[in-house]
């Protein structure tokens, strides 16, 4: 079956970079978008950004240019989210989500199962 | 982009139907038929319940559907029970491969 598995709990100093990881299984990693989807404690869900498994392109939200960088090892089968600068409002459990279908629709699904970076002095 | 609107809170009896709305823009919700809806109970990880607008994922129940109409999309579930309690987000293409959240809606079941 489709699963994402996703690297452990965080804990970082205002400043500080993350790097999260997000293992797919059970399909052709290539042919699937990734995204990357957060939700700070009490708040909404945010889109981050996708990547193009297959040839590497990436997109993020302007809110996090600069910031943000997403990669994948293709022969891992795993995409990465590195988050830099941290602060205390990037406290958050951050997903990966699966495109549903091979376009690129915006339909997640599945979802890592979440990975919670505090960042705190 | 600002987050899509939707309103904070929903209630219903077990047996009614609850439409949850999602407004946005020309820039989004208006120009693209890719609107995705969202269930989160606590703790957990979202799942998919619509997608497309109007379509359901295998596995979810037809008591969950979908509508567009200009610049606003709903969400219904009919004949309400206790385990739809939960988190509601819309999603939306946004243009220029980029995506963009609503508010997020609290159902809860009287």
């Known amino acids: 079956q489709v699963q994402l598995v996703q690297s452990g709990a965080e804990v970082k100093k205002p400043g500080a970079s993350v790097k999260v990881s997000c293992k797919a299984s059970g399909y052709t990693f290539t042919r699937y978008a990734m995204h990357w989807v957060r939700q700070a404690p009490g708040q909404r869900l945010e889109w981050m950004g996708w990547?193009?498994?297959?040839?590497?392109?990436?997109k993020c939200s302007q809110k996090f240019q600069g910031r943000v960088t997403i990669t994948r090892d293709t022969s891992a089968s795993t995409v990465y989210m590195d988050l830099s600068s941290l602060r205390s409002e990037d406290t958050a459990i951050y997903y990966c989500?699966?495109?549903?279908?091979?376009?690129?629709?915006?339909?997640?699904?599945?979802w890592g199962q979440g990975t919670l970076v505090t960042v705190s002095s | 982009q600002s987050a899509l609107t939707q309103p904070a809170s929903v209630s219903g009896s077990p047996g009614q139907s609850i439409t949850i709305s999602c407004t946005g823009t020309?820039?989004?919700?208006?120009?693209?038929?890719?609107v995705s809806w969202y269930q989160q109970h606590p703790g957990k990880a979202p799942k998919l319940m619509i997608y497309?607008?109007?379509k359901r994922p295998s596995g979810v129940s037809n008591r969950f559907s979908g509508s567009k109409s200009g610049n606003t999309a709903s969400l219904t579930i009919s004949g309400l029970q206790a385990e739809d309690e939960a988190d509601y987000y819309c999603c939306s293409y946004a243009g220029s491969d980029t995506w963009v959240f609503g508010g997020g809606t609290k159902l809860t079941v009287l």
């Open positions: 990547i193009n498994p297959g040839n590497g392109n990436t």
């Open positions: 989500a699966r495109d549903y279908s091979s376009n690129v629709y915006g339909d997640l699904d599945p």
């Open positions: 020309s820039s989004d919700v208006g120009s693209y038929n890719l």
């Open positions: 497309e607008n109007t």
